[in-house]
């Protein structure tokens, strides 16, 4: 099985952005934490991230025929793209949304997500273990 995790908009600043609210893991730590829990359960995954969203829209139509799931952060790209939301219907790719805070106790913008119509779950508040939640959640359905 092969999985695409996406990450957006300021994900590659964990550790350093709002720590109280993302944590102090960095990125390149949750990688590899991702990749490490990938092999030890025989998957396939390649990790991306972008501060554009046009990157992320191709890299959504690239998964098309090439991975069997999607686990997106779509970070700030959640309360506004439309984008990526049309993309990710457009694959039908088995698609988990995944949030390191707990969006809905957040600001009111941030309960509001496009993309969560086009997912088949959407995992928020669990810190970066979210990401393996959202890793087991599609092997176990696909």
């Known amino acids: 099985m092969k999985i695409l995790v996406l990450n957006g908009p300021n994900l590659n600043m964990l550790g350093i952005r709002e720590p109280d609210i993302y944590g102090r893991e960095t990125y390149d730590s949750l990688i590899k934490k991702i990749e490490e829990h990938c092999k030890a359960k025989g998957l396939y995954v390649d990790c991306r991230q972008s501060n554009h969203e046009g990157t992320l829209v191709d890299w959504i139509q690239e998964a098309y025929r090439n991975f069997d799931g999607i686990v997106i952060n779509p970070g700030a790209y959640t ?7 049309d993309a990710i ?20 913008f941030r309960q509001i997500s496009y993309l969560r119509p086009a997912c088949i779950a959407t995992i928020s508040g669990h810190g970066t273990d979210g ?3 959202a890793v087991d959640l599609l092997a176990e359905k696909l």
Request: glycine share 0%.
């Open 79 to 85: 309360h506004t793209s439309v984008a990526l939301l």
């Open 89 to 108: 219907k457009a694959v039908s790719v088995p698609t988990v949304e995944v949030h390191i805070s707990e969006i809905d106790k957040r600001e009111e």
């Open 131 to 133: 990401y393996l939640e």
